[in-house]
């Protein structure tokens, strides 16, 4: 069931939306050689906290902390670790949800850490269009969720990289993950009608290899089976009569 927001929840979830993307922005200023990813995720915590906010991924399904904290061949889901130092060189994804006044806002984004080959800034900055290219397409007249998906898809195999199939964008609402989903791939004017009052997140997990992903037996984190990089990129995206509203857009 897809849940349709009025002009008066859509500006509830761009409060929610504001505090998640400023949480996300305050770790990834904090992204540097040495810092934990507990600490990261204890910076988001406390702001998200200090906003009168409740990190909406803190115990869901049991999920251990605020924010899930990615490096490198982890695709989404890594949980934060005080034994888990950034390297130079590594790319960090960060995964932040927080919830006020009944709904939620979830936003991702890939951080260099330090001097990061051209190989990984290329794949990070590929998966930051594609969702561009994801908007773009929601915004058309008479879209449907399929045309979002073949739109990323389709630049992100035009660079030579692959999109997760396993994990998926989706609803954001009341829930942090409602319908519909939102898959990186898919067939144009396929799957529900994009309308007005829809609130989705958009977000490519883009493999610079295959599609192929792993669970690690810690339950949570996702590796890509080949090993080799991968980045994310998501806002909380309102279609509104002016068009799509990043929700988790801070700058
Ligand atoms: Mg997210
Ligand atoms: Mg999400």
Redesign the pocket.
């Known amino acids: 069931m897809i849940y349709l927001k009025n002009s008066e929840q859509i500006k509830k979830m761009q409060h929610a939306g504001r505090i998640t993307g400023e949480a996300l922005m305050l770790a990834g200023e904090a992204v540097r050689e040495g810092i934990t990813t507990a600490e990261l995720d204890h910076i988001i915590r406390t702001y998200i906290e200090r906003c009168g906010a409740k990190p909406s991924f803190l115990g869901y399904g049991g999920f251990p902390g605020s924010a899930c904290i990615s490096i490198n061949d982890e695709v989404i889901h890594g949980i934060p670790s005080k034994k888990r130092h950034l390297k130079e060189g590594d790319i960090v994804k960060i ?1 932040v ?1 927080a919830y006020i006044d009944g709904f939620h806002g ?1 936003s ?1 984004n890939t951080f260099p850490v330090g001097k990061i080959s051209d190989e990984a800034a290329r794949l990070i900055e590929a998966t930051k269009k594609s969702f561009e290219m994801g908007v773009a397409a929601a915004e058309k007249e008479g879209a449907r969720i399929g045309d979002i998906g073949a739109a990323v898809n389709g630049y992100v195999e035009s660079m030579g990289y692959s999109t997760v199939r396993k994990y998926v ?2 609803g ?1 609402g009341r829930d ?2 409602e319908d519909p989903s939102v898959p990186n791939y898919g067939t144009p004017g396929r799957g529900p009608r994009i309308c007005r009052g829809m609130v989705i ?1 958009i ?1 490519p997990m883009v493999n610079a290899g295959g599609t192929g992903v792993l669970e690690q037996p810690d339950g949570w984190t996702v590796l890509t089976a080949d090993g080799k990089l991968s980045a994310h990129y ?1 806002h909380t995206v309102a279609i509104t009569d002016e068009g799509a509203l990043l929700l988790t857009k801070v700058d």
């Open positions: 995964d949800g979830d991702a964008g989706h954001v942090l993950h997140a977000e998501e």
